[in-house]
């Protein structure tokens, strides 16, 4: 009578997992949903993640480049213009810090002086720049 009282199992036993807790997906109504990876649009977005922050940090360096190169190019500057100071007519010696007057004479030679155009009754020269002698020996247009 025993045999008669059990119950017949609708499923299909080809269908029941016999160890469903190690299923890499939910086997039963209660288990959380399934949902399949689109492996494409997660690269995608990787993708993206990655140009965006390398284009970044090569922006940063593209700027940096660009200070470099602006700094480059003062510093050449201020040697051509202490090369043609250093040439010029001076009956001193430059002090470091102080500000001096460059002139350009009739013949295009060129006088360092003290006296700046201002302080001239008549100058009897063109007036080019007023410099100043920086700490490493090189000068720097101030006006």
Same mark, same amino acid.
């Given at each position: 009578?025993?045999?008669?009282?059990?119950?017949?199992?609708?499923?299909?036993?080809?269908?029941? %997992?016999?160890?469903?807790?190690?299923?890499?997906?939910?086997?039963?109504?209660?288990?959380?949903?399934?949902? %399949?990876?689109?492996? *494409?649009?997660?690269?995608?977005?990787?993708?993206? %993640?990655? @140009?965006?922050? /390398?284009?970044?940090? =090569?922006?940063?360096?593209?700027?940096?480049?660009?200070? *470099?190169?602006?700094? %480059?190019?003062?510093?050449?500057?201020?040697? @051509?213009?202490?090369?043609?100071? !250093?040439?010029?007519?001076?009956?001193?010696?430059?002090?470091?810090?102080?500000? !001096?007057? =460059? !002139?350009?004479?009739?013949?295009?030679? /060129?006088? *360092?002086?003290?006296?700046?155009?201002?302080?001239?009754?008549?100058?009897? !020269?063109?007036? *080019?720049?007023?410099?100043?002698?920086?700490?490493?020996? /090189?000068?720097?247009?101030?006006?």
């Amino acid at each position: 009578m025993s045999e008669k009282k059990r119950t017949f199992n609708p499923i299909d036993p080809d269908k029941i %997992a016999e160890n469903a807790n190690v299923l890499p997906y939910g086997s039963s109504v209660s288990a959380p949903a399934f949902k %399949a990876v689109d492996v *494409l649009k997660n690269k995608s977005l990787d993708v993206n %993640a990655m @140009e965006m922050q /390398t284009d970044m940090q =090569l922006d940063q360096i593209r700027a940096q480049i660009e200070l *470099l190169a602006e700094q %480059a190019q003062k510093i050449q500057r201020r040697k @051509e213009l202490s090369e043609h100071i !250093y040439n010029a007519e001076m009956g001193f010696k430059p002090e470091i810090n102080h500000t !001096y007057y =460059l !002139y350009q004479k009739e013949n295009a030679s /060129t006088v *360092l002086s003290m006296i700046g155009p201002h302080e001239w009754r008549k100058c009897p !020269y063109d007036f *080019l720049h007023k410099v100043l002698l920086l700490a490493d020996h /090189t000068w720097d247009i101030v006006e």
